[in-house]
């Protein structure tokens, strides 16, 4: 066996021991195959995935936990991921070319106004803390006059995306309370992201019902 072999297969063996070491442990065993391959510096590497489903098959389905990117630790739950995954599998299979061409750039769109919406909040955010010196939460508020410096605040943010909240209440006599209105709105409904998987099965439908026409 050549020599850069034999160091290959010994590295790919540290790395399976090193694996092994922390699964055993029942604090690390908690963690995402991702947290693993972090902590080890591992990379893209699936060996975290393949050992534990070795070691450990009876907890497939068990949730595990995942570092969000505000830091917090959060519960992964196993058994919704593959059900998406498998629901897109299965729309993706039972679309017709021309269905998927549709979906997909029906996805960019929508995708691009996800991204949008989400850059606007966090704006929002951001300076109605920079104005008020508070976070912002609508948890006890039941409309936008509620909350001290809303109402300028979605003024602002109105004139950086007028496409989303229009022009009132920042420019000519429009009605002050609109863009707060709007801006709230936005807050209380979410920013879900639009999956392709949805998109899918609409153009798949749409296009079933106008063959039958």
Do not use: C
Not at 43 to 67: Q, V
């Amino acid at each position: 066996m050549p020599k850069q072999q034999r160091r290959q297969g010994r590295r790919d063996e540290r790395k399976r021991t090193a694996v092994k070491a922390l699964l055993m442990r029942p604090e690390w065993r908690r963690w995402s195959d991702r947290a693993i391959q972090r902590a080890l510096g591992l990379g893209s590497d699936r060996l975290p995935r393949t050992i534990r489903a070795e070691l450990f098959p009876e907890e497939r389905e068990r949730p595990r936990l995942y570092r969000t990117r505000h830091g917090t630790e959060a519960l992964m739950r196993l058994a919704g991921i593959r059900a998406a995954r498998w629901r897109m599998a299965k729309a993706t299979a039972e679309a017709p070319p021309e269905a998927r061409d549709l979906a997909r750039q029906q996805h960019q769109v929508r995708l691009e106004h996800f991204r949008t919406v989400g850059r606007m909040l966090s704006e929002a955010r951001h300076l109605y803390a920079q104005t008020t010196g508070r976070r912002l939460r609508l948890d006890h508020a039941g409309d936008p006059s509620q909350l001290d410096g809303f109402e300028a605040v979605a003024r602002t943010i109105a004139g950086r995306y007028p496409e989303l909240l229009g022009v009132h209440g920042y420019r000519g006599d429009g009605d002050s309370t609109e863009a707060a209105r709007r801006l709230f709105d936005r807050f209380v409904s979410g920013n879900p992201r639009p999956l392709l998987a949805d998109l899918l099965e609409e153009a798949t439908d749409s296009l079933s019902w106008r063959n039958a026409a």
